[in-house]
């Protein structure tokens, strides 16, 4: 039984430490003052020395921001954030454009090295490590601090940069696509992230490119009452294909932390996106005291006929997840997925789901969501499928599970489903249960024991989504998952 | 940020809150009553009618739906009773119960049969019996709602039914409701079911001839423990302008078998609203429904299903078949609290689009504390399967024959399922009539 063998290793390899990812880097930084008001929004614009459009873009973001309300629909409750307490800006000293990896602080390297990110190019390219070659942009705090594999991307034409680079190497396409999807006036963390965001991950595949590498963004919070505005733009022109990859720790920290992210997709005629996220920030001790606020925006737009736009997610770390990727199916016959594992263990509340908005002909989405609640958390899933008047023949399959561990958890499914025409056919299916005892006794019996048994369910249950992810990230994944749930058995 | 803003009035909310004035004096009951009326008006009126921004009523915007408030009916006159005496006389079978205009008409209603005491709503609430003014009041669960409410501030009647512990009522006990105004009115009618331990009954809500072009009612259902309950609605009665609110607050005791089945046909806006709780444990709840819309119809059906009890079993399915430029509005709610483990809870919504002017609108919801659970909902819409189609015009029968024989199996089934073949029969023939007038000139009582 190989299968099992590989959940007791899995299992036996678990830190005891549930968050491994908790350490904290001294690295010097710099910030800005604390508080958020004009000035602020224009020294992050200075700072990055960005062209006067970009910072009146910002302004009218942030006085947009200003008129408007946090949200309360989510089934969400944490203390009220005050704005003007934290930083929006912190960047490590040493990273004033780094040209090469040798110029990077050694010190931010080990913290990569630590979080297991392959940073090291000349070792992949020498064959001393793994074949599989990942180009990665790390962003540390407000700043990307390396991007590697980028004159290997360049020969292909592919564009990968962080988006603070972009905007002074390809201005007319960051001003073209900037918002485009994620308009400013979109929601309030949205606005807010327009106002201040500071930096992120820019990519173009240009038409009829099959991007020659995975590309992976790896986000980091470090400093202390800094609040993470990144900004992620991927534009696929036609015919062209890329995945993305994205992951993110922080420190444990007694404070709760703030990330307010916007990510914009636009896929034209053919082309694909695959994005697939790991997301791990530090989900707060097991009372809920501290962890990440991860309020995240996300939408891809479809805009072409026949392209595609496929999200992956694996969410088990954030003390609060409020996260709806999104498709806009514009173009004929294309087509959104969405993924999603979202595990909430401890005090941890999640909010997430997904939007599939069929506007063309013919368009197809899918939606497979499995919810796993453990300890005293709370775990939604809150979905919208709708279909225009004239988007005849849009077709959806929409399965929502949640799985309920301990009986101080809850699950939660609020899907909104709006048909407008005949030819549209959606099916919705949910289902809440808890572990079975017959697999459970089944598993026990055969020698396992009540932890491995359900590691294993669990792994089962997950499948469906896990089978999406790029290799590596699975294997994470599945590690991520034993660990979140650790210690909610029994 | 600035304090929350108040919305500025509507012309429907001036005339409510102009129209209770005026009425407060007139409607039944004791200083116990009025204080309930006024409670219940100011929190009405406090929150206003409900809007898209009020998640419950998302779909079913009534500030946009409800432009003017019609006013309250007044009390049918003898002359108009006794006419309505003569088309009664050919009425269903069972103990027959009148509401005319919200009020209950005593000379018109047949003697309550063995075992069950009926009185009329405005004797309960003078003889101030306080288990039953408590329970009339339903201020716990279902009574947040602003639209009961309203119904809670006006209730102009209605009838109280008891069913005594282990009493065994054989024929159906049938509230029919009708209308004698010829100008659009408003009724608000407020009635009760108590059914003892043990007992079993089976209530039958009908339409008779045209409604009132606003009404508002509310049922309150009380099953004790052990006993069995059928309910049956059927809201085919209204014009294409009416609006009509539909609320009915169940709550089931312990090892209690309760069905409840609407039928909603031919009405302007109607919104059918059922707030469900299962207090006991191992009890048996189904809640369906059907509706048929065309024209401009817009029909809700929303759901809030409470499990408290251990062990009980949910099971809710509703059907929508939406032409011309219908709406259809699906909302169920399956709450599990952290006591009620072994719910066993299905909840399912079938909505058939034939026309590419129509919307439907699900949202079939979960919330779920309780570990030991299997709960499950689906939802589905779409047109009518080609493939079926062909077959059966491949078997000699014209397209609106193949038509008409699988929209008949796709409404009808829930009513050869869930109700005895009486009923069921009576049921089906209205909504093969109603298939069969598809298409046709539009219904009576089309007046604006």
Not at chain 2, 352 to 363: E, I, P
């Amino acid at each position: 039984m190989a299968a099992v063998q590989e959940t007791v290793d899995r299992v036996k390899s678990i830190d005891v430490s549930e968050y491994k990812y908790g350490f904290f880097s001294d690295i010097e930084s710099e910030k800005a003052p604390k508080g958020l008001n004009e000035d602020i929004v224009r020294f992050i614009s200075a700072k990055k020395n960005e062209p006067d459009w970009l910072t009146q873009w910002r302004l009218g973001a942030f006085r947009r921001w200003l008129t408007m309300a946090e949200p309360t629909w989510a089934r969400v409750d944490f203390p009220k954030i005050d704005y003007q307490d934290l930083y929006y800006y912190s960047a490590p000293k040493t990273a004033a454009g780094p040209k090469s990896l040798d110029e990077v602080d050694p010190e931010l390297l080990k913290v990569y090295a630590k979080l297991g990110i392959p940073l090291g190019e000349q070792e992949i390219l020498a064959g001393v490590a793994p074949e599989r070659r990942v180009a990665v942009d790390a962003v540390f705090d407000s700043v990307s601090v390396v991007t590697t594999f980028k004159d290997e991307l360049a020969k292909a034409g592919v564009i990968f940069c962080p988006i603070s680079e972009a905007v002074h190497t390809h201005p007319e396409l960051v001003q073209k696509y900037l918002g485009s999807v994620v308009p400013t006036t979109d929601n309030y963390f949205a606005t807010l992230n327009s106002a201040v965001f500071s930096d992120g991950s820019f990519v173009y595949i240009p038409p009829g490119v099959r991007c020659p590498m995975e590309l992976s963004t790896y986000f980091r919070i470090n400093e202390q009452n800094t609040g993470q505005f990144e900004r992620t733009l991927i534009i696929a022109d036609k015919g062209s294909y890329v995945s993305y990859l994205e992951g993110c720790t922080a420190p444990k920290r007694d404070e709760n932390q703030l990330h307010a992210a916007v990510v914009e997709l636009v896929t034209h005629e053919d082309a694909e996106i695959k994005y697939s996220t790991v997301q791990n920030w530090y989900p707060g001790d097991s009372e809920g005291k501290g962890g990440i606020f991860n309020f995240v925006t996300k939408r891809g737009d479809c805009r072409g006929a026949r392209s595609k736009i496929s999200w992956t997610q694996v969410e088990t770390g954030s003390a609060i997840t409020w996260k709806y990727p999104s498709c806009i199916l514009r173009g004929d016959e294309s087509r959104g997925e969405f993924y999603s594992i979202a595990i909430s263990n401890g005090r941890q509340q999640v909010d997430s789901g997904t939007k599939m908005i069929h506007l063309g002909k013919n368009t197809t989405s899918r939606i497979i969501s499995k919810g796993i609640s453990a300890g005293k958390s709370q775990n939604t899933y809150r979905g919208q499928v709708s279909s225009h008047r004239k988007a005849t023949g849009a077709r959806n399959f929409t399965n929502c599970d949640s799985l309920l561990i301990g009986n101080s958890c809850g699950a939660h499914t609020v899907p909104y489903i709006e048909s407008r025409n005949t030819s549209t056919q959606f099916e919705h299916e949910a289902t809440t249960s808890k572990i079975s005892d017959d697999q459970l006794f089944y598993c026990m019996q055969r020698g396992l024991s009540a932890e491995e048994a359900t590691a294993l369910i669990v792994n089962g249950f997950v499948r469906d989504v896990l089978q999406q992810l790029p290799m590596e990230f699975a294997v994470e994944a599945q590690k991520l998952i034993a660990i979140s749930l650790e210690g909610s058995v029994g | 940020m600035s304090a929350p803003m108040t919305p500025p009035r509507t012309l429907a909310e001036a005339a409510l809150a102009e129209a209770f004035d005026a009425a407060l004096p007139g409607l039944p009951g004791g200083p116990d009553a009025r204080k309930l009326r006024e409670t219940s008006f100011s929190k009405f009126y406090d929150a206003g009618l409900p809007h898209r921004r009020i998640e419950a009523w998302h779909y079913t915007d009534l500030r946009a739906l409800m432009r003017t408030a019609a006013p309250l009916a007044e009390a049918p006159s003898a002359d108009s009773l006794a006419a309505l005496r003569e088309k009664l006389a050919a009425s269903a079978p069972g103990c027959r119960l009148v509401v005319v205009d919200g009020v209950f008409v005593a000379q018109l209603s047949d003697p309550a049969p063995e075992g069950v005491v009926i009185q009329s709503l405005a004797s309960v609430l003078a003889a101030g019996r306080p288990d039953l003014i408590a329970l009339l009041a339903a201020q716990e669960f279902g009574g947040a709602d602003t639209i009961v409410s309203l119904n809670a501030a006006l209730m102009q009647d209605g009838v109280v039914i008891e069913v005594a512990p282990g009493a065994v009522v054989a024929e159906p006990i049938r509230i029919i409701y009708a209308s004698t105004a010829c100008e659009p009115r408003a009724s608000y009618a407020r009635s009760a079911l108590i059914v003892g331990a043990g007992a079993s009954m089976r209530l039958i809500e009908e339409d008779f001839g045209a409604q009132a072009a606003q009404t508002n009612r509310c049922l309150i259902v009380s099953v004790g423990d052990e006993a069995a309950c059928d309910h049956i609605v059927s809201m085919t009665g209204m014009g294409r302008s009416s609006l009509r609110i539909e609320s009915m607050i169940v709550r089931l005791g312990a090892r209690v078998k309760f069905k409840s089945f609407g039928l909603i046909g031919d009405g302007g806006v109607v919104r059918r609203q059922i707030f469900m709780r299962f207090d006991g444990a191992d009890s048996e709840g189904t809640l369906s429904g059907v509706s048929l819309l065309r024209g401009r119809e817009h029909a809700d059906t929303t759901l809030l299903v409470e499990h408290a009890g251990t062990g009980c079993a949910g099971r809710e399915t509703f059907k929508y078949v939406l032409d011309e430029e219908a709406v259809g509005v699906f909302q169920g709610k399956i709450t599990v609290e952290k006591e009620a483990q072994k719910t066993d809870g299905r909840m399912m919504s079938k909505a058939l689009l034939l026309s590419d002017g129509v919307a439907m609108n699900n949202k079939p919801e979960l919330e779920i504390f309780a570990d030991d659970v299997a709960c499950g909902h689906g939802a589905t819409c779409g047109g009518l399967d080609e493939n079926q189609l062909f077959y059966l015009q491949t078997r000699g029968l014209p397209f609106a024959e193949a038509e008409a024989l699988l929209l008949e199996a796709f409404a009808a089934d829930l009513v050869d399922e869930l109700l005895d073949e009486a009923t069921g029969a009576e049921l089906r023939e209205k909504i093969v009539c109603w298939l069969s007038a598809r298409g046709a000139a539009p219904a009576a009582g089309d007046a604006p």
